[in-house]
């Protein structure tokens, strides 16, 4: 018997090398380490990357707000523990079955010394049990990763909208200004052309209107801005009274976007969107796994001591146990089930990558059409309007036309402007949403 039980050793030592030989301890660890990072110091203890909120401000830039936004942002730290909480998943689901002990006591014997019994078992799960529970738990992990990269690229996007807004408004403040400081000359001539008897009282009026619309787009723009500044301080986790700096407006259109071949390439190797729906993919295929190993008996080794017997010797005892699964229709379920979800992990990376690859063309089409948009605004319409409101002023000088004429010409040129800086912040926007859409938006630098 001797040989028996040095061979049920042996086998219980392999088994158990088994399970724990399945565990991914590297990539566990640096899951782990990354996580760890993520959470080095509390949000509340770091200091902003803008100035605080009784200090004078400076220009925002692009970094300032992408810092602040990844370091302050509460929607980022929450993610951040939850990622936490699923790494200490691994632990759990890799860790042995806690092992039993067992006492028992006869009473009617008592007297005798005996009738006491003492037996300690430990279940062993199938070998590779452990591990691919614990493949199940890394990918999820994995995924959870992503998803915490995805949350902080869209929310560093829509800082950049929002701070790109902000660049805009300055420029539709001054051109407002501008208008009406032009209309408030051309008012001032009028009044004294009333005077003299050579200018009509209707034109007058019609520059007092004029004068009046400027002054309610000015105080639009004003709606804007703080509008876009609550957005901008709600991503950073500033409070509404913090001042912020004023946005650095940048001085030429982002470039022309490469092919749409390239773009796509990009996306599909970059998007953490994909590199999360393929972990969850694989952590399903491991799911399938783990469920076709619980149609495998649980073992289980024991030791029991009972002074029941008459002879010492037999008092203790090995015991070698075996789990019986019947419960078929439960395993077999289970099993339907989670290859049931492994194909719709599939189905659903396939969908995604589809849909990225129209978001992609959307994105580009955008960025395309605003650059042409303000290519043509800057080189041919503005200084054709540019010469048009000089002429009709020199002929409202000569008598040649009405101020009517003037005024349109005024206006069709501030529209103009306006929408030339509408078309460089739809360009800048449109930029921003192409490197989200093929993951090359960053969460720690300005694209």
Known sequence: MAWAFRTLLAVIVMLSAACASTRDDNAWRALEARSETALRADPETRASPVAGDSQPVGPLTVDQITTAVVTNNRRIEAM???????????????????????????????????????????????????????????????????????????????????????????????????????????????????????????DVMRAEAELIMADQQILQVDRMERQAQSRLKVLMHRPPEAPLGQATWPDTVPPAPPDLATLHAHAKAKRPELAAAEARVRARAAAIE???????????????????????????????????????????????????????????????????????????????????????????????????????VAAYGAGQEDFDAVLMAAATLTEARLERVETKLRALSAATQLDLAIGRLTAGASP
């Open 80 to 202: 951040r523990y939850a990622l936490r909480a699923m790494v200490h998943m691994g632990p759990q689901q890799m860790s042995m079955p806690d092992p039993t002990l067992e006492v028992g006591l006869a009473p009617l014997v008592v007297h005798t010394g005996r009738g006491q019994r003492v037996s300690f078992r430990q279940p062993l799960p199938w070998p590779g049990t452990l591990g691919a529970r614990g493949k199940v738990a890394l990918e999820d992990a994995l995924a959870m990763e992503h998803d915490l990269e995805t949350m902080q690229r869209m929310l560093v996007a829509m800082a950049h909208m929002s701070f790109w807004e902000l660049g805009a408004i300055a420029e539709l403040r001054a051109l407002w200004h501008e208008h009406h400081q032009l209309v408030e000359t051309l008012r001032k001539g009028l009044v004294g052309r009333f005077s003299a008897g050579r200018a009509r009282p209707q």
């Open 290 to 392: 783990s469920t076709e190993r619980m149609n495998k008996p649980m073992l289980g080794l024991g030791v029991e001591v009972s002074t029941m017997a008459d002879d010492w010797m037999m008092w203790p005892m090995l015991m070698f146990m075996v789990e019986l699964p019947l419960a078929t229709t439960r395993r077999d379920a289970m099993e339907d089930e989670a290859r049931a979800r492994h194909r719709q992990e599939q189905y659903t990376r396939d969908a995604l990558e589809r849909e990225l690859e129209g978001e992609v063309s959307e994105r580009h089409a955008d960025l395309v059409e605003a650059l042409a948009s303000h290519q043509t605004l800057t080189t041919r319409l503005m200084p054709a309007l540019d010469q048009r409101l000089a002429f009709s």
